[in-house]
């Protein structure tokens, strides 16, 4: 199974600054979701982009899909110490079915 | 809300020992998951099931069964414990996909559990 490669791996940042996250995979994806895992947690869903060039704003959090669907980018404005996690993306098959394809993950720290 | 939940958030077993880790959701959703998650790795799927009685194989199933007797539940067993199945095991569930008039898919979203600690001696 590909994974999805997720840069960078690890970020650790100041509380206020900004910071950007990325996902790239060498076949389209059909569509890309980004989860957020906390310690302890289960990861939980934070978006869903499906159509290439598609941006999504989710308060401090703007999502692009790239227009290639090949690719995509999360960005967070002033981080806070509640966005500390780790950010996943996750591909569905291009043909449509339940199974997912989970990229590699950066873990962000925010540091108050 | 819906709620996952994993019988356990840690254990340890020795190698050899049969293993159950038990997942169950009140949301009546039909599709659970089990995955793997290791450092560097990602999630990896184990095993699905669309159905009571049904399992498909994901990615990685050597070494792990699964059961679903009831719609509710879901169980992942290691036969026979060995080290490399040291890791987080996570649980999921799911609604049924909805086709729609226009012939598109709606996927819904995967719920998941907080997770089991896996720790085999």
């Known amino acids: 199974t590909q994974l999805l490669e997720q840069s960078p791996q690890f970020l650790s940042i100041q509380e206020g600054e900004n910071l950007t996250v990325y996902c790239n995979s060498s076949s389209v994806f059909s569509s890309l979701q980004w989860y957020r895992q906390e310690p302890g947690e289960g990861p939980v869903l934070l978006v869903t982009v499906v159509t290439g060039g598609e941006v999504k704003k989710l308060k401090r959090l703007t999502f692009q899909f790239g227009d290639a669907r090949k690719d995509s980018s999360l960005h967070i404005t002033a981080a806070q110490p509640g966005d500390t996690g780790l950010y996943l993306c996750?591909?569905?098959?291009?043909?449509?079915?339940?199974?997912?394809?989970f990229g590699t993950g950066t873990r962000l720290t925010i540091i108050p | 809300d819906v709620k996952v939940t994993q019988s356990s958030r840690y254990l340890v077993k020795r190698t050899g020992e049969k293993v159950f880790l038990e997942c169950v959701q009140d949301?009546?959703?039909?599709?659970m998951f089990w995955y793997r998650q290791d450092p560097g790795l990602g999630l990896r799927l184990i095993y699905f099931?669309?159905?009571?009685?049904?399992?498909e194989k994901g990615d990685i199933p050597e070494g792990y069964s699964v059961s679903r007797e009831k719609k509710e539940r879901f169980s992942l067993i290691l036969e026979s414990a060995s080290t490399n199945q040291t890791s987080m095991y996570l649980c999921?569930?799911?609604?049924?996909?909805?086709?729609?008039?226009?012939?598109?898919?709606?996927?819904?979203?995967?719920?998941f559990g907080p997770g089991t600690r896996l720790t085999v001696l």
């Open positions: 949301m009546d959703h039909e599709n």
């Open positions: 996750v591909k569905r098959g291009n043909f449509g079915n339940e199974k997912l394809t």
């Open positions: 999921a569930s799911s609604l049924s996909p909805v086709k729609t008039s226009g012939r598109a898919t709606i996927y819904n979203e995967q719920f």
């Open positions: 099931s669309y159905d009571v009685k049904m399992k």
